[in-house]
């Protein structure tokens, strides 16, 4: 992954989620997708993203490629249908949108709005 986002700039997210949702599986043709619309979608994903250490769009890369190892190299795939693969690929892209970087103690323990918002529950979540 840390490949990919030096070849791409730094559009790692966009560039991996091409590959697996436009060439690998087909799902634009398959789903009835819009190519721009698809690419305008991942570029936006990958722009809600923070620069922070971890839960960034390199992150977001990683979990994407190990879903995709996952379904292919794992087999998953022969169990679920297009739209199935679709919700785990965008599932992927887009499960740390928002993430400070800090965890659900932090949060709680220096009373942060986020902490407050969702009552210590989840706060990351």
């Known amino acids: 992954v ?3 986002r030096e070849a791409s700039a730094r559009r790692e997210l966009q560039a ?11 799902l634009d043709a398959k789903l009835g997708l819009e190519r721009r619309v698809v690419r305008r979608w991942l570029a ?3 722009g809600l993203y923070r620069d922070c250490d971890y839960h960034n769009a390199t992150h977001a890369a990683d979990v994407l490629q190990t879903v995709h190892f996952m379904l292919e190299t ?4 022969a ?15 887009i ?4 993430h400070d970087g800090f965890n659900n103690a932090f949060h709680k ?17």
Do not use: P
């Open 79 to 93: 169990y679920l249908d297009d739209l199935q693969v679709f919700a785990l690929l965008v599932s992927a892209m």
């Open 109 to 125: 323990h220096c009373l942060t709005e986020r902490a407050l918002l969702y009552n210590d529950q989840s706060i990351q979540e």
């Open 74 to 77: 794992g087999g998953a795939a």
């Open 95 to 98: 499960h740390d949108i928002g």
């Open 44 to 46: 936006f994903v990958e």
């Open 16 to 26: 991996l989620g091409w590959h697996l949702v436009v060439v690998r599986w087909g």
């Open 2 to 4: 840390f490949k990919l």
